[in-house]
């Protein structure tokens, strides 16, 4: 009986980890017990505070020019050729920063300024990102963040001279994302098998995804978008889209639908955006798949936090990375407004019980070394994912 009794306390202690580090958040004394299979989430008080020490972070660590994130780690396993990817990883992370800062923070006197200066950079230097080498493109990634960061800032209705150089830059980042279109339509970053001056084959459904859900957000504003760029992309999400609501990879990971970065698991940070992307394009997105992307995420989102923080791209179950991680979660949050009200409040005490305790001690989050980038960019999504949680407590 009294060793039952020590494995009944192990399994009891093995499980109470289990909840922490999976997103419960237990009752404080004195609270009621949630029921059985519910997440509490953190409380409001909570909540804002992680959200203010995140705050905090983006604006002690800005560069003086504007920007955030600077070419200096000891990375170990990312093809970056110099210099050309630090001007892409310096936007898109810098675009991030801004969002989340505005997001999270709209009236906080210091967080505005700190976001007026990154937007003064962005202005002023995002066209500096251009196609690396022949053969690496992640200037697109920072076109689709930046051009974000302006379609969002256009939103909030600028005073007019603002407004005219916001639609001027968003109007570049778009011709930048035209120019680099990929001949299987979308957009990849990697085009390693044909040196030519369009992309070849190389399309990622998720890098697909982020431009349009980008480029949706610019032509709500009024920004010009060219009708077959986004047809084309559309097609190629809808030949990635399996039916089982996962999303393959790539052009080529069509070819193996069963294999593990094309599951259910390998595509939890795929699915948000491209369903996302797909339903606010007008596309045909049940909403019953909506809500399932969501469940799913709870109910699998392990191997994305497991993934965080791993050296080596694709090296965790289902050829999880780290990067994908907080990137999910992102376009998880985008999915709220989509779904019925009690959904989004139900996964936004979810996910919001599963980043909070993920906070580094000096207020950041990061999922990915990348560089010195990976705060800021880390630090941007978590901070509009839980400006989006905050919004359905």
């Known amino acids: 009986m009294r060793l039952v009794a020590v494995v009944a306390a192990v399994l009891a202690a093995v499980a109470a980890l289990a909840f922490g580090a999976f997103g419960g958040i237990a009752p404080r004394s004195g609270e009621p017990t949630p029921a059985p299979g519910t997440v509490r989430g953190p409380d409001r008080a909570t909540l804002d505070a992680a959200i203010a020490r995140g705050v905090e972070h983006l604006v002690a660590t800005q560069n003086p020019g504007g ?47 700190a976001g007026d200066r990154g937007l003064d950079f962005l ?34 209705a600028p005073e007019p001279a603002r407004a005219a150089a916001l639609r001027k830059a968003a109007a570049e980042a778009v ?38 859900q980008a480029m949706k957000r610019a032509a709500d504003q009024g920004v010009e978008i060219p009708t077959r760029v986004v047809r084309r992309a559309l097609e190629f999400l809808a030949v ?11 052009w080529d990971h ?3 639908p069963q294999g593990g970065i094309n599951k259910t698991q390998g595509s939890l940070a795929r699915t948000p955006v491209g369903l996302g992307a797909i339903r606010r394009w007008g596309g045909d997105v049940p909403e019953r798949q909506l809500v399932k992307a ?15 923080k791993y050296p080596i791209p694709h090296e965790t179950w289902f050829q999880n990375s ?22 989004a409040r139900e996964h936004a005490r979810k996910i ?42």
């Open 67 to 113: 920007s955030w994130g600077a070419p200096a780690s000891n990375l170990w396993d990312i093809y970056a050729p110099v210099p050309g990817s630090y001007y892409a990883f310096e936007v898109a992370a810098t675009a991030l920063a801004v969002s989340g800062l505005r997001e999270a923070a709209p009236d906080d006197p210091k967080a505005r300024a």
């Open 254 to 256: 069509r070819y193996y």
């Open 123 to 156: 202005l002023r230097e995002h066209t500096k990102a251009k196609r690396i080498s022949p053969d690496v493109l992640y200037n697109v990634w920072a076109h689709a963040y930046a051009l974000d960061a302006f379609a969002c800032e256009l939103a909030r």
């Open 294 to 308: 969501l469940d799913d995420l709870h109910e699998k989102g392990r191997f994305l936090l497991i993934a965080r």
């Open 240 to 250: 990635s889209r399996k039916p089982d609501g996962a999303f393959a990879y790539s």
């Open 352 to 393: 919001a019980a599963a980043l909070v305790p993920l906070q580094e001690p000096d207020g950041s989050w990061w999922d990915y070394q990348l560089y010195s980038y990976h705060r800021p960019y880390g630090t941007g999504y978590v901070l509009r994912v839980l400006a989006a949680c905050r919004a359905y407590r």
């Open 175 to 212: 011709d930048f994302l035209v120019r680099f279109e990929f001949v299987d339509g979308g957009w990849g970053y990697y085009n390693f098998d044909i040196t030519a001056r369009r992309p070849e084959h190389g399309s990622t459904s998720f890098t697909t995804a982020t431009v349009l």
């Open 322 to 343: 780290g990067y994908f991680c907080f990137y999910g979660y992102y376009y998880a949050s985008r999915l709220f407004d989509l779904v019925p009200a009690p959904v």
